[in-house]
Each structure stands twice: as structure tokens, then as C-alpha cells.
């Protein structure tokens, strides 16, 4: 099980797991790199719900499942009484970058339900729709390469070179 995670090289993402071992995800998208299909951002709230990095700016999570809990659970708190319409405006901001008005129309399109309707209203079904289409908007799970390896090597000993006086002169 990965018990940690951080940001490698060329946006790689490094887990390692609790004997150390560890498998790094390159290419695809940061959805998929980081088990985080809404793009959840960094902070106490995402660590609350099992987030064990970060990486591009967004929380980690050590499986597919945990980062989609992670999703469900933030709509069912942070947005509970929000209407979808709101949502958008806080979950993906315009001061992102994003597309707020594009991201209603996917989000009604995707779902088929009205956008004034609460996070709360929603049935299991529509939940999942609802969960389904953030996924699909923030990314979808677009997969790149995994490559596992052993444990890091660990260092037991550090020598420093003794600094040596040099004659001045030959």
C-alpha cells in the first residue's frame, strides 16, 4: 500500500509504499498521475480524506477509489447546499483558468440535470452522474506509462573530502 507521494521529474508522480517500494507514473493526465479524478486541490481537507502528496498542485491519493471518495465526500460537505450553477464558480474558478461557463454546459450535458438543483437533492444515480462528469471534465483517467521498482537505496554514510592545504607556490 503507498503511504506517500511526490512530484518527480518532467511531472512524473513517485509513490512509495510502505516497504519502500515505489512506481512512478509519467504521461497521461494529472487525474490519472495523482488517483485524483477531480482535481482536487492540496490541503487540510484532501490530507482529511487520505490524500498522500502532491503533485502539480493537486492532492494525491494512494488508489483510483480513495480519490474518487475523496470527490464525493468534498461535494457532500464543501457543496451540500450549493447548487450546481455555484459550484462551479468556487470547485473550478475562473482565476484558474477555467472556463466556468463551458464547464456548466459540460457539466448539464453530461448529466442531463437541471444546474439549480443542490449537490444534496441528488439521488445515488445522479451522484455518480454528477461524479462521472467532473472526472470527465477535469481529464478523464487518459492512463500513461507505470514503472515499478525496488526500494531506494539507502545512505548509510556521508564523507566529506578533507580540505587540503595547497602550497602557494610549486
Known amino acids: ?14 509513490y512509495i509504499a510502505e516497504d519502500g517500494t515505489r512506481m512512478v507514473r509519467t504521461g497521461g493526465k494529472w487525474t490519472w498521475r495523482n ?32 480519490g474518487r471518495r475523496a470527490l464525493k465526500a468534498v461535494l457532500e460537505t464543501t457543496y451540500n447546499h450549493w447548487s450546481l450553477f455555484r459550484l462551479v464558480t468556487k470547485y473550478a474558478p475562473a482565476s484558474d483558468k477555467n472556463d466556468v461557463e463551458n464547464y456548466r454546459k459540460l457539466l448539464r450535458r453530461f ?5 439549480t438543483r443542490t449537490v ?13 462528469a467532473i ?10 506509462d507505470e514503472t515499478h521498482l525496488g526500494p531506494a537505496k539507502k545512505i548509510i554514510d556521508v564523507k566529506r573530502n578533507n580540505e587540503v592545504d595547497w602550497p602557494t607556490s610549486l
Not at 500500500?1 to 513517485?14: D, E, L, P, T
Not at 477531480?38 to 483510483?64: M, P
Not at 472526472?135 to 487518459?142: A, K, L, N, Q, V
Open 135 to 144: 472526472e470527465r471534465i477535469e481529464g478523464g483517467s487518459e492512463p500513461g
Open 111 to 115: 448529466t442531463g440535470i437541471d444546474l
Open 35 to 66: 488517483n485524483n479524478p477531480g482535481n482536487l486541490k492540496k490541503g487540510t481537507k484532501s490530507r482529511s480524506l487520505g490524500s498522500i502528496g502532491v503533485a502539480g498542485g493537486f492532492s494525491v491519493f494512494r488508489d483510483y477509489q480513495t
Open 1 to 14: 500500500m503507498f503511504v506517500r507521494a511526490v512530484q518527480g521529474k518532467n511531472n512524473s508522480v513517485i
Open 120 to 132: 444534496r437533492t441528488r439521488n445515488s444515480k445522479e451522484m455518480e452522474s454528477l461524479l462521472n
